[in-house]
């Protein structure tokens, strides 16, 4: 199934209907850093995430020190950003608030 690519204006608003996500500089990228206690609880996180990845194949670029779990997501395939990368970053905003 073909991803389409979001126009501005969608990016625009589905952006701003999360807290603390960030657009990259060339308007592909959607990114966020989360912080947890302490590594456990980022890994749980990271674990809940990869679930939530897997049933949308979707899978985020992510990095983890200790407590803290800053995401990239986009859509490759489409060269930019996509109704799956916003249904991603959702689903992580209600993981990280368990």
Avoid at 60 to 80: C, I, M, Q, S
Wanted: hydrophobic content about 40%; glycine content about 6%; overall charge negative.
């Amino acid at each position: 199934m073909p991803r389409e690519k979001l126009s501005t204006t969608d990016v625009e608003t589905s952006l701003q209907a999360l807290e603390g996500w960030t657009l990259s500089d060339d308007g592909t990228a959607i990114s966020k850093t989360f912080k947890f206690g302490n590594f456990v609880e980022a890994f749980g996180f990271m674990t809940e995430c990869a679930i939530h990845a897997e049933k949308l194949d979707h899978h985020p670029e992510w990095f983890n020190v200790y407590r803290t779990v800053e995401v990239k997501l986009t859509t490759h395939d489409a060269k930019g950003l996509t109704e799956l990368d916003f249904k991603m970053a959702g689903k992580m905003d209600k993981a990280a608030k368990h």
